[in-house]
């Protein structure tokens, strides 16, 4: 019987090409959770079957002349969630779940970024509500008004949001049902940051489900 873990580490390995930085290629080493680049190393074909066998990435130190893997003296490891080759075969992608800082520095990444995970646009929105619920001094705008009339008043838009939803999507106006839509995610982020929390609070509940 075929043992597919094997083959396909056979036939990864046999697929590098190792010539083009004498033995070496590049390694991104990416969060497999948050997707943000936490470093960059390099790895000979040594490195890349200690890092397939034991599940703990493992480099080539230039500086040392020897493998080297990741946490060895600081126990911040990097545990291997997958391992894929660029379209040149002389790159890998590395992906990972890291356990504490990578930086020696001490930082989650070695750009001194912290390791935390973006959604885009909605990122920037929720980042908005913050400051509007934070500056309700400032001059009034219809985030920083509903922040000032209370929890009371932010779950009853959501509620009415909802509701509108529920209607349009009964309807066949797909325009109407996406614009509803995306009021009642507004809506219910500007919710959330009234009870303290962010979109990040939630996902993680839906993923300690998933499990």
Excluded at 162 to 179: H, P, Q, R, T
Excluded at 186 to 191: E, P, Q
């Amino acid at each position: 019987m075929l043992n597919l873990n094997w083959y396909l580490k056979t036939k990864l390995t046999m697929n590098i090409d190792y010539n083009k930085n004498n033995g070496l290629i590049p390694a991104i080493i990416q969060d497999a959770l948050t997707n943000n680049v936490l470093m960059l190393g390099y790895m000979n074909e040594d490195a890349v079957t200690k890092t397939l066998t034991t599940k703990q990435v493992t480099f080539f130190s230039r500086s040392k002349q020897r493998l080297w893997t990741k946490g060895e003296e600081s126990g911040n490891t990097l545990n291997l969630v997958s391992l894929k080759l660029d379209c040149d075969n002389d790159t890998l992608l590395i992906k990972v779940n890291p356990n504490g800082p990578t930086c020696h520095k001490g930082s989650d990444t070695c750009w001194n970024e912290n390791n935390t995970q973006q959604y885009g646009f909605i990122s920037e929105l929720e980042q908005r509500i913050a400051s509007r619920k934070n500056h309700t001094s400032e001059a009034k705008s219809y985030v920083t008004s509903l922040f000032s009339k209370g929890i009371n008043k932010i779950a009853q838009k959501v509620g009415e949001e909802a509701v509108e939803v529920v209607i349009e999507a009964k309807d066949s106006n797909d325009e109407l049902f996406l614009n509803e839509s995306a009021d009642l995610l507004f809506h219910y982020l500007i919710l959330l940051q009234a009870k303290g929390f962010t979109l990040k609070d939630v996902i993680k509940i839906l993923q300690k489900r998933s499990r």
